[in-house]
């Protein structure tokens, strides 16, 4: 679609600088831009490129204008008003509503507002929201809830008793409700725990692909509204996490860890069972999360990067560190 300078910045209620009648028809990243694409820039590190950059709008903030030439939008959060644009002119195809031929459901009466892709498999008691789309080969078990506006690409999996909100995406290989990690030793041997509880997503909510968000044991795994989960992510039973809270990829969270709201966890983290992480907490990629944390802030843990060489001597002088410390400690 094609938006002029002036309608674009009428639509966000901005102030634009240049002329308001230029046509922009597409987004573009700074080096790979056409004149009519429109660019952010928020970081005087990418000022090469936007010397060199062919678009004739560009997106900045107002410390940032005197940079740029051409037409300017000007914005508080540049990135974030180019995220907006870009959903602005790529627009969303509109649902075609329709059950493919293949589908096989044991509820009659879905609603008729949805649209199901070939060889997919609908339980009982199933409820979809309107304008729901739900993709080829998925699985959705018995009493199961989507809500409105929610999109399900193919091949995800939804077990029995899954609770989903609102303006939900769920990408291709995710698993939701299946069994936790749960079993007691008995001899030597395991005995499998049963999980009976569910899980309960909010609104809001994108979960990336091939993730797995088990049940809970006794009561439910719990998702908050607005959180984003990325691929390849870990959340065992009985698992919460707080409203806005966003988890990158190959994160490992262990069972009846409570996370809190609007907390970021860098990609590769584990956090332990049974701790509690308070509100607006930031962890670091490949963190090890093993106590509760009480206090906003940033935290990190690991080894950082180092020869080869380097690592294995100070591995084996971190193995004497304790018997170091008892000797000073008896020195004093």
């Not at 409820?127 to 080829?136: A, E, K, Q």
């Not at 944390?293 to 950082?304: D, F, N, Q, W």
Request: hydrophobic residues 35%; positive net charge.
């Amino acid at each position: 679609m094609n938006y002029s300078v002036k309608k674009i910045s009428e639509i966000f209620n901005l102030d634009f600088i240049g002329d308001g009648n230029f046509i922009i028809n597409k987004v573009s990243s700074i080096n790979n831009a056409s004149e009519n694409s429109i660019i952010f820039f928020s970081d005087k590190k990418f000022l090469s490129l936007l010397k060199e950059t062919r678009s004739k709008v560009v997106i900045t903030s107002k410390n940032l204008t005197k940079y740029c030439n051409g037409n300017i939008i000007l914005s508080e959060n540049p990135y974030l008003l180019f995220a907006q644009i870009s959903h602005l002119i790529a627009g969303k195809p509109k649902l075609k509503y329709g059950i493919h031929k293949s589908v096989n459901t044991l509820t009659e009466n879905l609603n008729n507002k949805i649209c199901i892709k070939p060889n997919t498999i609908i339980g009982n008691n199933v409820v979809l929201g309107d304008d729901t789309f739900i993709g080829s080969n998925c699985f959705i078990g018995n009493n199961i809830i989507i809500g409105s506006n929610s999109y399900i690409y193919s091949n995800v999996v939804i077990y029995d008793n899954v609770k989903i909100g609102n303006n939900i995406i769920i990408h291709s290989g995710t698993v939701i409700g299946s069994d936790g990690f749960g079993y007691v030793n008995d001899k030597n041997s395991w005995y499998k725990i049963p999980q009976i509880g569910g899980v309960v997503i909010g609104n809001d909510v994108e979960i990336g692909s091939n993730t797995s968000i088990d049940r809970g044991t006794l009561d439910n795994t719990i998702i908050g509204n607005g959180v984003k989960i990325d691929n390849q992510i870990q959340i065992a039973h009985n698992v919460e996490i707080g409203d806005n809270t966003a988890i990158a990829g190959c994160a490992g969270i262990a069972g009846s860890a409570k996370i809190g709201k609007n907390c970021t966890i860098g990609g590769g983290a584990g956090i332990q069972g049974h701790i509690k992480i308070c509100d607006n907490t930031q962890i670091t990629g490949m963190t090890k999360v093993s106590c509760d944390i009480k206090e906003a802030g940033v935290y990190s843990s690991g080894t950082p990067l180092m020869s080869n060489a380097q690592w294995l001597k100070s591995a084996a002088r971190f193995k004497k560190l304790n018997e170091l410390f008892l000797k000073i400690k008896k020195n004093k």
